[in-house]
């Protein structure tokens, strides 16, 4: 049986206003947010966008979501996770400030943001799923100990994962730093010694001291290496590159974070895609980085696999090609949703109700 997918479509040209009633009544006509009880506390897994990033969703439009929540007599939070990388998400405190520095105030959203931090033994909780290569996953216990959770995602491209939607979102976004580094773990940059100038900047970011200069040219040390691809961000020469075959078992691995992050929230979950700013790269890089889609719409469903399938084509048939392929040859993002399917997440075959 096809899961449900509802899709209000969003022109780049549409105002604030225009696109807060198109995503009110996707929310109301394809009932969502339904689920959610009465007195539910609801963990809204959200990305804050790193400083020097603007590619995040914007957080008027979590006013939206929190006032339709609330009037289902239930309670909200906005939260994420801390990052592997040196960034502003880093630590808990930073993280929160680069919050509210992108305008995530209660004011603006209607609710509190809560950044757990994982340093702390209360706030990490182990989930046993015994899948191929993730047997427990630790997950910030905020998503856990809430009672519903709605993840409202960013639909872009990503250097490892092909794209990035409602999967990658749960699993990498609501990881403890250890529980990302486990996903990252197999995936560390390799040099191309004929582009490097050895200009240092890699040596200079890395945030465990992986790298060094040696005769002018990089060196990666790759039982240091974590994975964060800070390098891959400021090099001036693209001379550091993924090992693109590691990446695909990051994207199985982060299938199954999500996994561990679903388990205990059957008909407990809610999935809401913004394909809009459809950027070459994830939110959590610190730069612009180029847009490579017209705005296409907003997406929201029960089901995970099915939400992202159906933004992935949808994004793709607005560009006439594989636009994610395009700017990513080395990843085939079908890899996470075909496994998602697998494992049991959802379905891949969907019907788009539009509205």
């Keep these: 049986m096809k899961s449900k997918v509802y899709f209000v479509a969003v022109a780049d040209s549409d105002t604030t206003q225009v696109v807060h009633e198109k995503l009110t009544r996707l929310i109301n006509e394809s009932a969502v947010l339904d689920f959610i009880k009465e007195s539910w506390r609801v963990a809204v897994k959200v990305h804050f966008g790193e400083k020097g990033n603007t590619g995040f969703i914007r957080p008027e439009y979590f006013g939206v979501i929190s006032r339709e929540i609330s009037k289902r007599k239930a309670s909200l939070f906005l939260s994420d996770a801390n990052t592997l990388y040196r960034g502003q998400r880093l630590n808990s405190k930073d993280h929160l400030q680069i919050a509210y520095e992108h305008g995530f105030t209660k004011e603006a959203t209607g609710a509190e943001v809560i950044i757990p931090d994982d340093t702390k033994k209360e706030n990490v909780v182990e989930i046993e799923i015994n899948q191929k290569f993730i047997k427990k996953a630790k997950i910030a216990k905020v998503f856990i100990d809430a009672d519903a959770i709605l993840a409202v995602n960013h639909f872009k491209g990503h250097i490892l994962t092909g794209f990035g939607g409602a999967l990658k979102n749960l699993g990498m976004g609501c990881a403890t730093r250890e529980g990302k580094l486990a996903q990252h773990c197999d995936v560390a940059p390799v040099v191309h ?27 990666v040390d790759k039982t240091k290496c974590i994975g964060c691809a800070s390098c ?92 994610f392929k395009e700017n990513h040859p080395e990843q085939d993002g079908m890899k ?7 494992i049991g997440l959802g379905n891949l075959e969907y019907e788009l109700i539009k509205l």
């Design 193 to 219: 010694i004929e582009q490097c100038t050895g200009c240092g900047e890699c040596q200079a970011i890395c945030p465990v001291k992986a790298i060094q200069i040696k005769d002018k040219k990089s060196v």
């Design 232 to 323: 891959l961000a400021v090099c001036p020469t693209m001379a550091m590159f993924i090992d693109f075959a590691a990446g695909e078992k990051t994207q199985y691995k982060l299938v199954e974070y999500a996994c561990a992050v679903l388990k205990n929230k059957k008909n407990k979950a809610g999935f809401i895609n913004f394909a809009l700013k459809i950027n070459k790269e994830c939110d959590c890089w610190g730069m612009e980085n180029p847009r490579i889609a017209p705005d296409v719409g907003i997406f929201a469903s029960s089901d995970p696999v099915a939400i992202d399938k159906a933004s992935y084509d949808l994004v793709n048939r607005a560009c006439g090609k594989d636009i």
């Design 336 to 342: 996470q949703l075909k496994y998602a399917q697998e």
